[in-house]
């Protein structure tokens, strides 16, 4: 397809350039999507702060819905109009990690293009129909909620378990959201009370400002005095995973879902791990079978994640959206490319 898109690339750490390319074409198998609106990303936010180090210059951004406007000749079941996800990262299919059931752990994976840009082109495979009634800004927390049904996943709740929920940024919250569909109570721990107050309107059993009360404390008396069963840590600061675990209850499981920049060396007590059958886990990315999860939870309206946006911002701004996160302002910054007109 003849015609440029304009695309944002981080050229050096804290440096995005505007630029303008050719089209895309289209492989046999390809499909060509225009780009409603992309979600800006944590770790989208540590390369732009210098933090992971990948090459640049690069174009980033992987939380996104649009609208097809080509398909390959060999696609099959998709067609121009089509409203739909898209899953930016391309795994190989043919590693040990691939073909174990671990695709997300994806020794080969590729990264063709990113969403901070107006169109892009991405195998049949990586794209998921959304439904009509279904809006472009919620389907762009696609990506980011199969991470967190991946992490769910791993804690092996049960219903009337106490879940810890380290972190209520919008990750913390979807987690929040998903322990409580698989019949758990909820408590929610972080040091701003508007995020906490978020927490409690989006169905959070107990939360707690950790700056204020003793959380340990808390949760014993919420528990009688058991702790809790699971804990996630959204958050990626190491001490947060030593308190969440002297916060589990005998057989708790605990998932390092946030990553840790800089890497810092965990104290944990190993006779706390030892005689309380502790179980200590992460997880990483999603497997497909984890994003049509995820988009079910969304189009059924199980998981609200419409109310976690806090600023819409054209693609033109997408250097203010990341110097926003950075700074800790605002809440899930979103990026209006096409928009709702895709």
């Known amino acids: 397809m003849s015609g440029t898109l304009k695309s944002m690339w981080l050229v050096q750490p ?8 050719p089209r895309y074409d289209v492989g046999d198998d390809e499909v060509l999507v225009r780009i409603a609106f992309v979600g800006i990303c944590p770790w989208d936010v540590r390369v732009y702060a210098g933090k992971s180090k990948v090459p640049l210059p690069r174009l980033m951004g992987h939380e996104a819905s649009g609208r097809i406007v080509q398909v390959g000749k060999d696609v099959r079941g998709l067609e121009g109009g089509q409203r739909v996800a898209a899953d930016f990262i391309v795994k190989c299919g043919c590693c040990p ?22 169109f892009a082109v991405l195998p049949q495979r990586n794209i998921y129909p959304i439904h009509e009634s279904t ?151 999603s497997a497909p079978e984890d994003y049509v999860q995820a988009l079910a939870h969304i189009e059924m309206g199980q998981v609200r994640v419409e109310e976690l946006i806090s600023h819409v911002l054209p693609l033109e701004q997408l250097p203010e959206g990341f110097e926003m996160v950075t700074g800790r302002q605002g809440f899930k910054i979103m990026v209006q490319v096409g928009g709702d007109s895709v």
């Open 14 to 21: 804290g440096q995005f350039e505007l630029r303008e390319l």
């Open 97 to 118: 990690n691939c073909r174990s059931g671990r695709p997300n752990r994806c020794q080969h994976p590729r990264f063709p293009n990113g969403a901070y840009q107006e």
């Open 135 to 285: 809006s472009f800004r919620a389907a762009a927390f696609t990506e980011p909620l199969s991470c967190v049904v991946r992490g769910q996943k791993a804690l092996r709740l049960a219903p009337g378990q106490w879940e810890l929920v380290l972190g209520a940024g919008p990750i913390g919250l979807m987690h929040m959201q998903v322990a409580r569909l698989y019949g758990a109570r909820v408590i929610v721990a972080d040091l701003i009370d508007e995020r906490l107050d978020l927490a409690r309107r989006l169905g959070a059993d107990l939360v707690c400002n950790n700056a204020r009360a003793n959380l340990k404390e808390v949760i014993l008396q919420a528990t009688d005095g058991r702790g809790a069963d699971a804990a996630v840590v959204a958050v990626g600061v190491s001490a947060l995973v030593v308190q969440a675990a002297e916060c589990l209850a005998d057989g708790g499981r605990l998932n390092i879902f946030a990553g840790i920049y800089p890497a810092e060396p965990l104290g944990i007590d190993p006779n706390l791990v030892h005689y309380k059958e502790l179980v200590l886990t992460g997880s990483a990315d």
